[in-house]
């Protein structure tokens, strides 16, 4: 998404206030300092940078730090300036940031995972340190005593994680495209379920504490809405890119979801638009709207003396139909398609164009 540099704000669309240039490689993760005109940043070039806003106008970085390997992600609280680090080789490493934000000092490395730390959260009311990692596990470890209080492994590579401070939950997506719920305690944990509904891998997760809603992004382009505190298993589909989702944030105080893709789009979701659930696709055998036998329903085609069809599915109703069925196409916000998708010939000529 192309921006450009303005003076003030303009109506329906971001506006780019800075840049900040200096890594020579990838940067996976930044996030900003509460109160401060700083960002801190990590690299795959190796360096954590703290960067401050001068009297200029610019940002220049006031900590320069260099580890041992590629920084894959990290995890910060301001209240007491402690950094955590996710590296490349599968280690956490804690820093301490002066209140001038002018020197960083090392306290203790973790030995969290066998191979790159994909996600992290620290928690200061538990004093853990949560992480997932390209060695298919999840762990939580004592930042206190630096031991390691517990591991669970999944069938895939556990890509990120959102976790709830107060009940000590967390919430693990892995490449199989599934998100798990987890109950951790110290020394031990349990499986409370696990959320399917993404056809890719879960490339992004936030959790809103306050409303109790899970968002997730994944490689099919689409988002979720899971509500989990409304135990009904409500899900809302937004789908607004064309490429993997890799980044999700909600703002509760304007009631916006921000996601990013991978061709570089940016999509704003108004979350107060109220939105129908889209629907399950059904399984079928035959189209149940012409009733002509897939391709896999040798019965049928033998008896009817047919060719078998591909089965397709109607986003609106979820029905099972076929290509000639379901040959228009239409946007359908209401449910979170912004992009055409296929419709079944009797639901597209439900559509009014307010909807």
Request: proline share 3%; hydrophobic share 35%; net charge negative.
């Amino acid at each position: 998404m192309a921006a450009e540099i303005h003076s003030r704000p303009q109506t329906f669309r971001p506006v780019l206030l800075n840049k900040i240039e200096g890594h020579s490689d990838a940067v996976n993760a930044a996030v900003l300092i509460p109160k401060e005109d700083g960002v801190i940043t990590v690299s795959e070039d190796r360096t954590i940078r703290v960067w401050l806003k001068r009297d200029s106008g610019q940002y220049w970085p006031s900590i320069y730090h260099t580890v041992s390997s590629p920084c894959s992600c990290m995890s910060y609280h301001h209240d007491s300036r402690r950094i955590f680090i996710g590296q490349d080789n599968g280690a956490i490493v804690e820093f301490l940031i002066s209140e001038d934000f002018n020197k960083m000092n090392h306290v203790k490395t973790y030995p969290a995972h066998q191979n790159r730390v994909s996600d992290m959260v620290f928690s200061l009311e538990s004093e853990w340190v949560v992480s997932t990692g390209q060695d298919k596990s999840v762990s939580w470890m004592c930042t206190q005593s630096g031991c390691m209080l517990g591991r669970h492994y999944f069938t895939s590579w556990a890509s990120c994680l959102q976790y709830d401070q107060e009940t000590q939950h967390a919430f693990v997506g892995d490449y199989s495209g599934q998100i798990t719920l987890l109950k951790l305690e110290r020394q031990t944990y349990s499986i409370i379920t696990t959320l399917k509904g993404h056809e890719g891998s879960i490339g992004a997760l936030w959790w809103d504490p306050v409303q109790r809603l899970l968002f997730s992004g994944a490689s099919d382009h689409s988002v979720i809405m899971w509500d989990i505190g409304g135990r009904k298993g409500r899900t809302l589909l937004l789908q607004g890119h064309h490429e993997r989702v890799q980044a999700v944030c909600y703002l509760q105080l304007t009631r916006q979801l921000l996601s990013c893709s991978l061709d570089g789009g940016i999509t704003v979701w108004n979350m107060d638009t109220q939105r129908e659930e889209a629907p399950q696709w059904l399984d079928s055998d035959s189209c149940q709207k012409c009733e002509q036998p897939f391709f896999w329903n040798i019965k049928q085609m033998w008896d009817s003396k047919t060719i078998g069809l591909r089965q397709h599915h109607c986003r609106k109703c979820g029905q099972a139909v076929c290509a000639k069925c379901s040959s228009k196409r239409s946007t359908f916000p209401l449910m979170g398609f912004e992009f055409q998708v296929r419709v079944c010939d009797s639901c597209f000529d439900t559509i009014k164009e307010e909807e």
